[in-house]
Every structure is written in structure tokens, then in C-alpha cells.
């Protein structure tokens, strides 16, 4: 009997814009390994990854795409490639679970939501004939989720992903995670976490979970107990994760994150005024307090670990004299990296359905126009000012942020708060990172 022949791939938006510019800012398709862990042994798999060589087409009883928003387009033109040859193609993902009907227009079939709970049905009944249109996955528990297959992964990514948990229960009203993933914060147990972990060979590692502190006294009892353990079985590793603020909440959690290699934590700070963090449902960080942010700065510098702040320019009550000043309190405060992205509404989040209710998207010829929602680009309509007005200030912005000597002042000042070289090192690379984006946009002289 001959082998079946799966074909994975991950599609880049042709135009390299945004973060896939950088090769330190591009993170293997967790998603796509774990649905090649699922596949039974009696299947090939291969994955193409376009983050290193364009789509290629090769024998193939099945493909597999995923894609985010920003890459859907390209994803769709793969699938024409791959149907026009009798190929079937199968979709999933964020923006396919966001878009399904829109996907379906362009894939054979769809998968909704997480994968675990039928790609097995999927695969039956590919075999039998029967492929459905749509297949909607349900939200197990984290003892269910399987490590990916990471032996399929190209050599030339600089960090290693790893997920622990699923789902936020804050619901921003710019992010899609709580539709995808749903409400419920569910965690992998401990041991399965770190198993995996003394597999992968790569020094350097992203923890790609929303926030891997979690919420409640269980999840930081599992947070904690994960980092003891990864100083217990000697993983030599230097890492940065996600979090809300309330990482800053448990010093001695810090500490043992700083121990187990944590050189820095990514906050979504989004605004550094309360109106703006009201407008996007900023829970978690108006319940904490504008005046807290230098607090909770100084506890993660305490343990060791730089911050990245991200901060979002472009909120409906945003005035080119806002954005000034939230350009100024990135610089002056003591966030360690200044991520500047625009206020995008991707699919999936409240903010999209509400300007698409208003009719301010100023780019909403689909699927085409998803290229340019990648969060560098002023895709909507603003509020009180044209889009011109604001995005002549957005780039002078950009320009006091990334300028060499902030830089170096910036780095200066992560040596010296936090007292770790790693972390500074980190936090400077990061930087340079996002000045690159800015800079192949000519945003900076």
C-alpha cells in the first residue's frame, strides 16, 4: 500500500513587511507542527516554509495551510496552485477560523478553532470520500495538547517556540486570542512541559502563551513550579515570554523565571493614559493603575529581566499631541524595549466588527487588502483627525523612538536596572529589530 503525503505549509506575505522583516521576530508554526504530531505514522509529512524559500509544489495527497491575516492572500494563491493540480487543501489557523466563510471560498475545507479534537475525523474522511466543508474544533484541556513535531522545522530560526497554555479571559477589544482560544485559561501539565523542553537543542526560546503567568493563585502555583523545574533538570536556556502586568505581582515568581534563563517579559502596556486603555477594554492594566506602571517595572528589573512595553498609536481618542506624549513616556519611563505598532483591527476582535459597522476601514477589499494588516499600516478611518494628519505625526514618532542615541540610552539604562548583560543584550537586539521595520518602511532617515 502506498504512503499518503501530507503537505504543510506556512505562507509569508510577498512584501516582507512587518514582523516578518526581522529573522529574530519570525517563530516556527507551532500550529502546523502540532497538526503533524497528530497525523498518523502511516502519512509523509513534509512542511514548506516560506519564512526561508517560496512555495514550491511537490507530491502531495493532502495540503495544509495556515496563515495570519496579514499572509491570508498569499495563502489562498498557494491553494489555487495546489486545487488547480486535484490537490485537496485543508485551512486553519487564526484568520481561517476568524474568516471561515471567506477561507472556504478558497480551500477545499476548513478547520475551525484548535485542531486536536478533529483532525483524526478529517483525515477519515478525506480517506473515505467524504471531506466536509468545515469542521469546528473544540477547546480541550491542556493535558490533551501534543508537543510539536519540531524535526520539520527549518534550521534558520533563531528562537525555538513553546506553548504551556491556551486562552485569555480579558477580551481586549483589539485581539482575537479569547475568540480562538476561548475564556478559559487552560495550562499543560508541568512535567509534559518540561519533557519537551529537554528536546529542543536551541539555546534561545520564545514561550509563545498570552500570558504564562496566568490568572489565580493555581496558575502561579504551575508557573512557578515550571521554572523551578527547568533550574532543577539544568535546562540551559535564555528565553522571553508574554504577560499581563500582574506578572509583576509574585516576586518570588520573578526570581525563579530570572533563574530558569527569562532575560524578558513582554507587556501589552497599549496606552499610558486611561481613556485609551477604557476605549480598548484594557482590564487588567486600568485595574492596576497608570501610577503603577514604574512599580511594576522596578519588580521585573529587580529579578533581573528587561521589559518590553507595547504601545499601540492610532485608538479613536488618539490627537497627534497624545501621540507625542505617548512616544515621550516611551521613552522617558523605564520599559526597556518600545514596541510602536498601529491600531489594527484584525478579524475576529470587536474593534473589526465595529469600524466595519461605521464603514471606516479604509482598506476592505477582500481577501487582497489582508496584506496590509500587518500592524504597521493605518488601515481605518480616525476620529477627529485624517488619516494624513496622524500618520505624519505616527512616523515623526517613530523616529524619536528608534533614534541611536535613545537607544543606546535605552540599553544603558537595562544594564544598569537590571544588572544582567543577557538582559540588556536582549532588550538592545529588540530594539534594533523593531528600528528595523521602521526603517524599511522609510520611517527613518
Same mark, same amino acid.
Given at each position: 500500500?502506498?504512503?499518503?503525503?501530507?503537505?504543510?505549509?506556512?505562507?509569508?506575505?510577498?512584501?516582507?513587511?512587518?514582523?516578518?522583516?526581522?529573522? #529574530? #521576530?519570525?517563530?516556527?508554526?507551532?500550529?502546523?507542527?502540532?497538526?503533524?504530531?497528530?497525523?498518523?505514522?502511516?502519512?509523509?509529512?513534509?512542511?514548506?516554509?516560506?519564512?526561508?524559500?517560496?512555495?514550491?509544489?511537490?507530491?502531495?495527497?493532502?495540503? !495544509?495551510?495556515?496563515?495570519?491575516?496579514?499572509?491570508?492572500?498569499?495563502?489562498?494563491?498557494?491553494?489555487?496552485?495546489?486545487?488547480?493540480?486535484?490537490?485537496?487543501?485543508?485551512?486553519?489557523?487564526?484568520?481561517?477560523?476568524?474568516?471561515?466563510?471567506?477561507a472556504g471560498q478558497h480551500v477545499d475545507a476548513v478547520v475551525v478553532g484548535e485542531a486536536e479534537s478533529v483532525w483524526t475525523q478529517l483525515l477519515n474522511d478525506l480517506s473515505a470520500g467524504n471531506l466536509r466543508r468545515r469542521y469546528d474544533g473544540a477547546w480541550l484541556g491542556g493535558e490533551q495538547f501534543l508537543p510539536p513535531r519540531r524535526d520539520l522545522y527549518a534550521d534558520g530560526y533563531m528562537f525555538a517556540s513553546i506553548q504551556t497554555s491556551r486562552g485569555c479571559p480579558l477580551d481586549c477589544d483589539f485581539c482575537s486570542v479569547t475568540a480562538h482560544n476561548g475564556r478559559r485559561y487552560r495550562r499543560r501539565p508541568?512535567?509534559?512541559?518540561?519533557?519537551?523542553?529537554?528536546?529542543?537543542?536551541?539555546?534561545?526560546?520564545?514561550?509563545?502563551?498570552?500570558?504564562?503567568?496566568?490568572? !489565580?493563585?493555581?496558575?502561579?502555583?504551575?508557573?512557578?513550579?515550571?521554572?523551578?523545574?527547568?533550574?532543577?533538570? !539544568?535546562?540551559?536556556?535564555?528565553?522571553?515570554?508574554?504577560?499581563?502586568?500582574?506578572?509583576?505581582?509574585?516576586?518570588?515568581?520573578?526570581e525563579w523565571a530570572a533563574q530558569a534563563g527569562c532575560r524578558m517579559i513582554f507587556l501589552g502596556i497599549e496606552a499610558e493614559d486611561v481613556d485609551a486603555l477604557t476605549e480598548v477594554n484594557k482590564r487588567?492594566?486600568?485595574?492596576?493603575?497608570?501610577?503603577?506602571?514604574?512599580?511594576?517595572?522596578?519588580?521585573?528589573?529587580?529579578?533581573?529581566?528587561?521589559?518590553l512595553g507595547a504601545f499601540i498609536f492610532g485608538m479613536d481618542g488618539d490627537t497627534p499631541e497624545k501621540l507625542r506624549h505617548r512616544a515621550q513616556y516611551m521613552i522617558e519611563s523605564d520599559v526597556d524595549v518600545m514596541q510602536a505598532t498601529v491600531m489594527t483591527p484584525l478579524p475576529g476582535t470587536g474593534l473589526f466588527q465595529r469600524l466595519e459597522r461605521e464603514n471606516r476601514l479604509l482598506f476592505n477589499h477582500f481577501p487582497q487588502d489582508w496584506s496590509h494588516y500587518d500592524l504597521t499600516q493605518w488601515v481605518h478611518q480616525p476620529v477627529g483627525h485624517s488619516r494624513e494628519e496622524l500618520w505624519e505625526v505616527y512616523l515623526d514618532c517613530q523616529k524619536r523612538i528608534y533614534d541611536w542615541d535613545t537607544l543606546k540610552r535605552k540599553a544603558q539604562r537595562t544594564l544598569a536596572t537590571t544588572g544582567r548583560w543577557e538582559a540588556m543584550e536582549f532588550a538592545y537586539r529588540s530594539n534594533m529589530s523593531y528600528r528595523n521595520i521602521a526603517e524599511s518602511q522609510g520611517n527613518l532617515s
Open positions: 500500500m502506498n504512503r499518503r503525503r501530507l503537505l504543510l505549509v506556512n505562507p509569508v506575505n510577498p512584501a516582507r513587511s512587518g514582523f516578518s522583516l526581522n529573522r #529574530s #521576530s519570525r517563530f516556527p508554526p507551532v500550529g502546523l507542527g502540532i497538526v503533524a504530531a497528530l497525523t498518523p505514522p502511516d502519512w509523509d509529512v513534509t512542511l514548506a516554509d516560506e519564512n526561508f524559500a517560496s512555495f514550491e509544489l511537490g507530491d502531495a495527497d493532502l495540503v !495544509g495551510i495556515t496563515a495570519f491575516t496579514s499572509a491570508a492572500n498569499r495563502a489562498y494563491e498557494i491553494a489555487a496552485t495546489c486545487r488547480a493540480r486535484g490537490i485537496p487543501v485543508v485551512m486553519g489557523g487564526i484568520h481561517a477560523s476568524m474568516r471561515p466563510d471567506e508541568v512535567e509534559q512541559v518540561l519533557d519537551e523542553l529537554e528536546t529542543i537543542s536551541n539555546e534561545f526560546l520564545f514561550f509563545i502563551d498570552d500570558n504564562i503567568i496566568g490568572y !489565580g493563585t493555581d496558575s502561579r502555583q504551575q508557573a512557578l513550579a515550571l521554572f523551578q523545574g527547568m533550574v532543577e533538570r !539544568g535546562l540551559r536556556k535564555q528565553w522571553f515570554c508574554q504577560a499581563s502586568v500582574n506578572v509583576a505581582d509574585d516576586q518570588e515568581v520573578l487588567l492594566n486600568l485595574k492596576r493603575g497608570m501610577d503603577h506602571y514604574a512599580t511594576i517595572f522596578d519588580r521585573i528589573h529587580q529579578a533581573g529581566i528587561a521589559v
